[in-house]
Every structure is written in structure tokens, then in C-alpha cells.
């Protein structure tokens, strides 16, 4: 078991519609070894059967002499992403509340080593992110996930200081993606850590905002998603300028103006419905590495939808076979 002198860490599972996978999801976070610890556990409205799986999962690890405080909760109305995930903040006490989606599942070690992480940097962080595996919708092994961390965030592999969440509190539009927003927010306040680990079996296929095959509709959502974010930061900024000088407000006016200006270029080339629309995104973009996947997509998004799509789909087989032959590989 792990050790009592830490600060209290809260384990945050948060679910929807994803009775295939939330059973796996509670036995990795009943199995941290980490103490002090509680559980918080919020299911945004589900209509399948991952309450029920939920509920009982609970009531058989209440039984267990070793189990901590699990706070269950369930949402009346389906709130969204974000929406479940301030639910989670608004019950959770932690000072660390590390992020846990109802389709990945986390190695025992994961609170203890986020905790220990943050500790042995001086407690400083805001947001604490690390590696995962990719593992496929039927868990099968699919190689390392790519680098994450809060400029580019998945929030299933993060952790944040509670103080994110008090200094800002709820947000303007609860169809955003939390992930981008915290991770945002927990910059404004204070420094990131990024640990090598590899703490979590990252599902890829399942989720709202990864597939393995449709690539186009999950990332004009994201950048939708972006959009409104950035926005919301805008306001968000207000609330903390009294801590920053003028040159880091500058420069965070800047990086949003610019972030967003992107995501909207972005999204002219990935939905645009004219060629001279998604030509126009595809400009205002800019140059990018010559042979680079990035190069790749732009290419086939700026083609008619339907010969775009068929080489997106090769892309995807193709990184299919690498990510599995890395899996089976065990890299």
C-alpha cells in the first residue's frame, strides 16, 4: 500500500455510455496503491447499462477491507464532457484530482507516481501529465501513445492541481472539450510537469474525440471545440491578471488570438463546402514540413470530399498496421 503522507489525492472516473469498458475503468482505479486517496465517480446520464455496472462495482469494493471513500455520483441530465468533469470538481476534495475516462484503464502505480512526481518538483505544478499504451477497442496492444502534455492535451493522461478548478470555476459553453480548457487554465497559473510513465492503456476508437478509421468528423469537432475555448480563456484571463505582468498577459493575448486563428483555419479546410473555402483555410495556414503527415492531410482535405476521405481511410490502415506492429512488438 502506498504511503499516508501525501497530500489527498482524488481518483476522478468519469463516464457515459460506455458499459463495454467502465468495469475495467473501475478495477484500475480500486487497485491504486496510493494513500491518501478517495474516488470520485460521475456518470453523465447514461442510457445503457453503465450505472448499473457502476453501482455494483461500487457496492463490492466498499466490502473490500482496503478500500477508501468512493463518492458516487450521477448526473440527472446528460451534461457533456465538460459539464461531467466540473460535476467531479465540485464533489472531489483532493488536492491532486487526477482524470480518469470510463474507457481507459490505469496501472495501480498511477496516483502514487503522479503524487511522488509532484512532490519531489516542489508541489509547484498545476498540471501534471505522462505517457500511455494505445490499445485498440478490443484491447488489443496498438504501441506507445504520442507525447502529451498541456500544449498538446489528452486529458485522460493528466492530473491537475484543485486550484484550477477554484480559481476559474464553471465555463460560459458546456459543449467544450475539458481537456484543452484545464489544461489552458492550469498554464495561467502555474508551471506543467511532464513525467516519462506510462501509466494508462489509452483506449483509441471509442472515444468522442479519437477514431480509428473516421478521422474528419472527430476533428472538426475538436476544432469547433477550440474555438469556443479559446474564447472562453479570453474571459478567463480577467480572473488572473492581477497575478501576471503585462508582458505574460501580452503574450497570452497573443497565443490565443494566434491559437484560434489557427483552429478557425483548420476548420475552413477540414469542413469547408467549396474548394475555394477549404483552399482559402489551407493558405491561411501556412507552410508545413515538406513530406510531413500534416502535409498529407492537408492535401487530402483540400480534394473533394469523397477521393479526401478514401485517402484518409489508407492513411489509417496503414498507421493501423504500424501501431499494432509496434503493440505486438511491446514498442
Known amino acids: ?13 468519469k463516464c457515459y455510455n460506455q458499459e463495454r469498458y467502465i468495469g475495467e475503468a473501475l478495477e484500475g482505479a480500486f487497485a491504486q496503491t496510493y494513500r491518501p486517496l478517495e474516488i470520485v465517480i460521475s456518470d453523465d446520464a447514461s442510457t445503457d447499462r453503465s450505472w448499473e455496472i457502476i453501482q455494483a462495482a461500487v457496492d463490492g469494493y466498499r466490502r473490500r477491507p482496503d478500500a477508501v471513500q468512493v463518492v458516487l455520483n450521477r448526473n440527472a441530465s446528460n451534461l457533456g464532457n465538460l459539464g461531467n468533469w466540473l460535476s467531479i470538481c465540485s464533489l472531489a476534495k483532493g488536492v491532486l484530482l487526477v482524470k480518469a475516462d470510463g474507457d481507459d484503464v490505469s496501472l495501480p502505480e498511477r496516483a502514487a507516481r503522479i503524487a511522488e512526481a509532484w512532490r519531489a518538483d516542489g508541489s ?3 498540471v501534471v501529465s505522462h505517457a500511455g499504451m494505445l490499445v485498440g477497442p478490443g484491447g488489443q496492444r496498438m504501441g506507445p501513445m504520442w507525447k502529451v502534455s498541456a500544449s498538446a492535451p489528452a486529458g485522460a493522461v493528466m492530473a491537475f492541481h484543485r486550484s484550477v478548478y477554484d480559481a476559474f470555476g464553471g465555463a460560459e459553453d458546456l459543449r467544450m472539450v475539458d481537456d484543452e480548457l484545464f489544461a489552458l ?49 479570453r474571459h478567463d484571463l480577467e480572473k ?45 495556414m501556412g507552410p508545413v514540413r515538406m513530406l510531413s503527415v500534416w502535409q498529407f492531410f492537408k492535401c487530402a482535405y483540400l480534394l473533394p470530399k469523397p477521393l ?24
Do not use: H
Not at 513525467?195 to 468528423?217: A, C, F, H
Open 1 to 13: 500500500m502506498g504511503s499516508t503522507e501525501g497530500p489527498l489525492v482524488s481518483f476522478c472516473v
Open 308 to 331: 479526401g476521405d478514401c485517402l484518409l481511410f489508407a492513411y489509417a490502415v496503414v498507421r493501423y498496421v504500424m501501431r499494432r506492429t509496434k503493440g505486438v512488438l511491446g514498442r
Open 240 to 284: 488572473v491578471q492581477a497575478r501576471m505582468t503585462e508582458d505574460e498577459l501580452a503574450a497570452w493575448r497573443s497565443r490565443l488570438d494566434a491559437g484560434e486563428a489557427r483552429a478557425v483555419s483548420e476548420l475552413m479546410l477540414l469542413a469547408g463546402e467549396t474548394f475555394s473555402v477549404r483552399r482559402e483555410g489551407y493558405s491561411r
Open 185 to 233: 487554465r492550469a498554464r495561467m497559473l502555474g508551471p506543467e510537469l511532464v513525467i516519462p510513465d506510462r501509466l494508462v492503456r489509452y483506449r483509441l476508437g471509442t472515444g468522442v474525440s479519437n477514431s480509428l478509421w473516421r478521422m474528419r468528423e472527430p476533428m472538426c469537432r475538436s476544432r469547433r471545440d477550440l474555438v469556443t475555448t479559446f474564447r472562453q480563456v
Open 124 to 126: 509547484k505544478a498545476t
